[in-house]
């Protein structure tokens, strides 16, 4: 029974199950096709496990209780295959089979203990063999369908890609699933030896093959380091081991600090023959990688000497023709006027290089910088955006004839070159391998790249100052801008200064070096001022007057900049000084030009409307006149009234007018008589609360008058006419129903009042001329009645006349707040 | 029937007066203050005379004459200006171009009613 050719194909299953497992699981698996991939192998390290404790059972009854629970990992095998190939293939297979699966594996868990899968165990020759169960044969049955379906699928995969990695990928998992299956079917038969272990066994091993050649899970470096690290132990090991024995044989030693020195005296040996092991090995697992890396460390070092482009571009397409053994090379680069890419470099090509030019704003060129990585010429066949790439644009690429287009980008991801790969010189295509190589490479170029064109920049740049440094002296000896250095002290000296600067300042050159620039100007006082600024700011505008060597004065214009140190410290002021009196003396007639025509404007613009609101009055005066005299109709006692009550209302306003006007006349000539006396605000309040009533009929009028106001010093009759001015206005301009509050408080030896109201507001560019005798009230609230445009200048002048002063604060929908100040006093 | 005038004039005693004479005088009337309303109302009324002061609060009485002389609807119907001001030049030209008739503030019963009878073609 102790068979070893029985007992250890499950182990070897087992051990190969658990290094393909402990590697898959090492790499952190993330997509789905891992984790399925994993529960394969879980569940053939298990089903390996438990069919070894079947066969080494001392007897039958043991084995029919392995043998019952071995079943489960058996049947969940095909299971799991079959979702393993629906999630190779994205899952675009039938569904409801997987589903079935799973119910048919319950179905097992729980059929399994009854004698309808596995009725008994018999010995046979080989060793314990289960007699199958009635239930069995459909169940073997489906398990067949599933292990199909699942080829089938992986092959119709198959069939359907063209991409050669990927058919043979799938050509081994099929070759890899075959294997079990086949071995299965012995399984049934009890007289014939159980091979489906042996099926195991190879699924295992060709599902490594696939990974190790055709990069199934991704995972073949760690594969390769495995294997590595296990050569190298072995290679230790071995001298290890040779060396203890020879000491036993020989020295007849066993005590334990003669491991220790062998462990020594092999370290010591082993370092250099370990390093020169390491490099072997990863020559002959990492070949492509190892000749790469040394190609790119070395142009690496050269490329820092290198700043020119042309030959840093051809010392890059050596290398990649080199590194990857390719039969062309193309490096295109962006050309500097127009960015189009054009080939700058190219190698292996027999040919001269051609014409060949990728327009910036082409489709395959704006594809290239919004996407990451390489690009081969079977995938330009396949993307969507790229088929319908102009002929200039496929003629072009067709002309280079590449295999692969490497874009080369910034770490910002700007595109800074393309590198094009024609055929490999061994005729096979790029592998995934290779592809990574280039973009790992390419990150490198870019930064290489950019040093080299920073640096040609750099230089055509110094150039460039170099000829305008020349024009630019001209420049500065003939300009009439004056140009100085000076020193930031509060006299100030002058360290340098251009010939205009003499010419503008009437002074030699020697004579303003050896000078003050205070001695220059009209006001001395002015310079620490100007210091402060300076400092502060680091660049002023500044205009000022200068005296010249002759006497007369100057008006300039200077943009003075302070240099500063790297602690902040002002060494000195550079300067460009304008002379501008001219332009001052012609800017200074526009203005008064200007006050002269605005003063005409609003002269006539008072006289006609005076004139109108004399006109107005009059109108309703005549009009209702006329309507009593018309002979043609008869008006009744009421009509009668009504009309000579107009006409002795618009004579009152006639007259209101008239005394308005007159005001004015007196403010202007600074004639308004005031008859002063003590009066008490409230007072004063008092005499005209019915006139305010009057005025303030359709309004909510609220007072907040302190009663311990002191008492003020002014003519009365005045201060009313103030007051009912402003109510009326804010009556006219704010809403029926709106609150208008008066509100007076003592400030200092003044007492301050403020009228109120709730209405639109004033616009803020309206408020500055609100008070300016000529001012139209009209242009603030349109839609409302008009005055004579008057009212808030007599005011002002009231106001002023009492030693006050009247403004206005206002915001636009929230209402206005007119205030005033009155003199206290009068004791 | 009655011949509708409509007035624009944002004065109360001027429009009670002009209302109540034509009243009066066997016509119909509307009044309006702004020249929006009166562009309104023009539409909607299609009056037979427009009686325009020319200071109105909302805009210029002349840009009020341009949209009734502009309007397809209402350039058939005459249009006296009322005015307060002394005409300035491009007043008159205006004038000359597209009103009707002129009154003059202030100006008496009798000749406003001369004015509408002509503009009105009565007389």
């Known amino acids: ?827 | 029937m009655a011949k509708k005038i409509l007035v624009i004039d944002d004065e109360l005693p001027l429009r009670q007066l002009v209302k109540l004479n034509l009243a009066a005088s066997g016509y119909e009337v509307r009044t309006v203050t702004t020249g929006q309303e009166g562009l309104k109302l023009a539409e909607q009324e299609k009056p037979h005379l427009i009686l325009l002061d020319i200071r109105i609060p909302d805009m210029s009485g002349w840009e009020v004459l341009i949209a009734l002389k502009t309007n397809r609807k209402l350039e058939k119907v005459p249009v006296v200006i009322m005015t307060a001001s002394p005409p300035t030049q491009e007043d008159e030209e205006i004038r000359a171009l597209r009103a009707d008739g002129l009154l003059n503030k202030p100006f008496s019963v009798e000749e406003l009613l001369k004015q509408v009878k002509t503009a009105l073609g009565e007389k």
């Not at chain 1, 195991?200 to 055709?214: E, G, K, P, S, V």
């Not at chain 1, 190298?232 to 003669?258: C, D, H, K, N």
């Not at chain 1, 009196?581 to 008072?606: F, G, P």
């Not at chain 1, 000579?644 to 403010?667: F, H, M, N, Y």
């Open chain 1, 1 to 827: 029974m102790m068979n070893l050719g029985y007992l250890l194909p499950p182990l070897v299953a087992a051990a190969i199950g658990v290094i393909l497992l402990v590697t898959v699981l090492v790499h952190k698996p993330k997509e789905r096709s891992h984790w399925v991939f994993s529960l394969i192998l879980i569940t053939i390290v298990t089903w390996s496990l438990i069919t070894f404790a079947m066969r080494s059972s001392p007897d039958v009854e043991r084995a029919l209780f392995w043998d019952r629970i071995v079943i489960i990992f058996v049947f969940a095998t095909p299971v799991l295959y079959y979702h393993f190939s629906l999630v190779l293939i994205s899952m675009r297979g039938l569904k409801s089979l997987l589903y079935m699966g799973y119910a048919f594996l319950i179905a097992i868990l729980v059929l399994r203990p009854t004698d309808l899968l596995v009725q008994r165990m018999e010995i046979a020759t080989y060793g314990y063999a289960p007699i199958l169960g009635l239930a069995m044969f459909p169940i073997v049955a489906f398990a067949y369908v599933l292990g199909i379906m699942a080829i089938y699928n992986l092959f119709r995969a198959y069939r359907a890609s063209n991409e050669g990695r990927k058919r043979n990928r799938l050509l081994y998992i099929i070759i890899a699933m075959l294997f079990p299956i086949i071995g299965a079917t012995f399984e049934i038969f009890p007289t014939i030896y159980p091979t489906v272990i042996f099926g195991n066994i190879a699924f295992c091993a060709f599902t490594t093959l696939a990974i190790l050649r055709y990069n199934l899970l991704d995972i073949q470096v760690i594969i390769r380091k495995s294997v590595f690290y296990l050569l190298i132990s072995t290679l230790v090991a071995i001298p290890y081991v040779g060396m203890l024995v020879l000491l036993q044989r020989f020295l007849e030693v066993e005590q334990w600090w003669w491991h220790a020195l062998t462990i020594l005296i092999l370290a010591i040996i082993l370092r250099p023959v370990y390093s020169w092991l390491q490099q072997r090995a990863d020559r002959v697992f990492c070949r492509d990688r190892f000749d790469y890396l040394r190609a790119l460390d070395r142009f690496s070092q050269e490329a820092q000497n290198i700043t020119n482009l042309e030959e840093l571009g051809l010392r890059m397409v050596e290398l990649v023709r080199g590194a990857l053994r390719s039969s062309s090379v193309y490096l295109f680069l962006p050309s500097k006027d127009e960015g189009d890419l054009v080939v700058v470099s190219y190698t292996g090509s027999e040919r001269p290089s051609p014409q060949i030019v990728l327009r910036k704003s082409s489709m395959f060129v704006k594809w290239l910088r919004t996407h990451h990585g390489v690009l081969s010429a079977k995938e330009l066949d396949v993307i969507s955006q790229l088929q319908s790439l102009p002929l200039t644009d496929k003629s072009a690429l067709e002309k280079i004839g590449g295999k692969l287009y490497v874009p080369i980008k910034t770490r910002d991801g700007g595109l800074v070159g393309l590198l094009v790969l024609g055929e490999k010189l061994s005729q096979q295509s790029y592998s995934d391998e290779d592809g990574r190589l280039l973009e790992a490479l390419s990150n490198h170029l870019s930064i290489n790249l950019e040093n080299a064109r920073l640096y040609s920049d750099v230089l055509r740049e110094v150039v460039e100052r170099k000829q305008s440094e020349e024009k630019y002296r001209g420049l500065v000896e003939n300009i009439k801008l004056g140009i100085y250095r000076a020193t930031a002290d509060p006299q100030g000296r002058f360290l340098e200064v251009n010939p205009a600067m003499s010419e503008i300042l009437g002074y030699s050159r020697e004579e303003l070096l050896s000078m003050k620039v205070t001695d220059l100007y009209v006001r001395p006082e002015e310079r620490r001022q100007l210091l402060e600024k300076v400092v502060a700011q680091d660049r002023i505008v500044n205009k000022r007057r200068f005296r010249r060597k002759d006497g007369t004065e100057i008006m300039t214009l200077a943009t003075i900049t302070a240099m500063k140190d790297s602690h902040g410290k002002v060494l000195y002021f550079d300067g460009i000084l304008e002379d501008i009196t001219e332009q001052e003396k012609a800017a200074q007639k526009e203005r008064e030009l200007h006050i002269l025509r605005e003063v005409d404007r609003l002269r006539s613009e008072l006289q006609s409307n005076v004139s109108h609101e004399l006109r107005t009055p009059l109108a309703s005066i005549k009009g209702f006149t006329t309507t009593l005299l018309r002979s043609d109709v008869k008006w009744s006692e009421e009509e009668r009234t009504e009309y000579l009550k107009i006409i002795d209302q618009e004579a009152d306003r006639l007259a209101q007018l008239i005394s308005d006007l007159l005001d004015i006349a007196r403010i202007e000539a600074g004639a308004l008589k005031l008859s002063r006396q003590k009066y008490q605000l409230t007072q004063i309040m008092e005499s005209i609360a019915y006139r305010l009533a009057n005025l303030t009929r359709k309004h909510e009028v609220k007072l907040e008058i302190p009663a311990d106001l002191p008492s003020l010093f002014v003519d009365e009759m005045r201060v009313i006419q103030v007051i009912a001015n402003l109510m009326e206005n804010a009556a006219k301009f704010s809403p029926e129903g709106s609150e208008i509050t008066i509100e007076a408080k003592a400030v200092e030896n003044e007492v301050m009042v403020s009228v109120i109201d709730r209405g639109q507001g004033i616009a803020p560019e309206l408020t500055g001329n609100l008070f300016d005798r000529y001012y139209q009230a009209r242009r603030v609230a349109d839609g409302q009645k008009s005055g004579t445009g008057l009212g808030l200048s007599i005011c002002k002048g009231i106001v002023e006349a009492h030693g006050g002063r009247i403004w206005v604060e206002s915001k636009l929908g929230e209402g206005s707040k007119f205030s005033f100040t009155l003199p206290t006093g009068g004791d």
